[in-house]
């Protein structure tokens, strides 16, 4: 079994601010992690993954993530909030080798304040 | 072009009728999903498909009929619809079972009134 749980449903930054989302994960096989966002009324769209290689995983728009096995976490970070970054974030995990089969976190909504 | 698209959009509709909803990827992908958004954003897979053969059955009431005619289309009809049922249903698909990235949809809104 599998879970995702992401700490804060909202989270408000000012402009230029360090982002932080927290997500951490349980899995009873090693997890492939992934960082969607969702813009409003549209679909996913991947920030970034972890499967298996390097630790740190950068993304795109400037977010990163860092995988750490010891606190089952998966936490988001971007050095400085810009007003596009205003959207929904979420987590989500698969088992490596289970057809795919993402269990997705409860989302937080990112507010970035002017 | 639209990588996966969804029809329709917005979908409003009584209790008790039966509605679909189309899904297409041009992605040549072989494996596609459906997923449920709820009001509280929550998401939760619903069904998937590898080259029209179905992978993954979540426990989803058998009012939800998807089916793959190929492997570039996945509908979803949904029989005598009830008011739990009003949620955001996204398609996806995913170039195989391989863990990779998942390209969704826009989504379509269906309100059961």
């Known amino acids: 079994a599998q879970s995702v749980t992401q700490l804060g449903s909202h989270v408000s930054v000012s402009e230029g601010a360090l982002v932080l989302l927290r997500c951490n994960y349980s899995?009873?096989?090693?997890?492939?992690l992934f960082w969607y966002v969702q813009y409003p009324n549209q679909g996913l769209q991947l920030l970034l993954k972890?499967?298996?290689?390097?630790?740190l995983v950068k993304g795109i728009n400037g977010f990163e993530a860092e995988f750490k096995k010891s606190e089952t976490s998966f936490h988001l970070t971007k050095p400085s909030a810009h007003m596009r970054d205003a959207a929904e974030y979420f987590c989500?995990?698969?088992?490596?080798?289970?057809?795919?089969?993402?269990?997705f976190g409860g989302g937080t909504r990112v507010l970035v304040k002017p | 072009d639209t990588a996966v698209s969804q029809t329709p959009k917005y979908l409003v509709t009584q209790m008790g009728n039966d509605k679909s909803i189309k899904c297409e990827q041009n992605l040549g992908h072989d494996t596609m999903y459906w997923y449920k958004q709820d009001s509280k954003k929550f998401l939760k897979i619903m069904f998937s498909y590898n080259n029209k053969e179905l992978i993954i059955n979540e426990t989803v009431p058998n009012r939800f009929s998807p089916k793959s005619p190929d492997k570039a289309h996945l509908n979803l009809h949904i029989n005598s619809l009830e008011l739990g049922d009003s949620a955001v249903y996204f398609c996806?698909?995913?170039?195989?079972?391989?863990?990779?990235?998942?390209?969704f949809g826009e989504g379509s809104r269906l309100t059961v009134l």
């Open positions: 989500a995990v698969s088992p490596e080798a289970a057809g795919n089969k993402l269990t």
């Open positions: 972890y499967t298996s290689a390097a630790t």
């Open positions: 899995s009873s096989v090693p997890p492939y």
């Open positions: 996806a698909s995913s170039q195989d079972l391989n863990g990779g990235e998942l390209f």
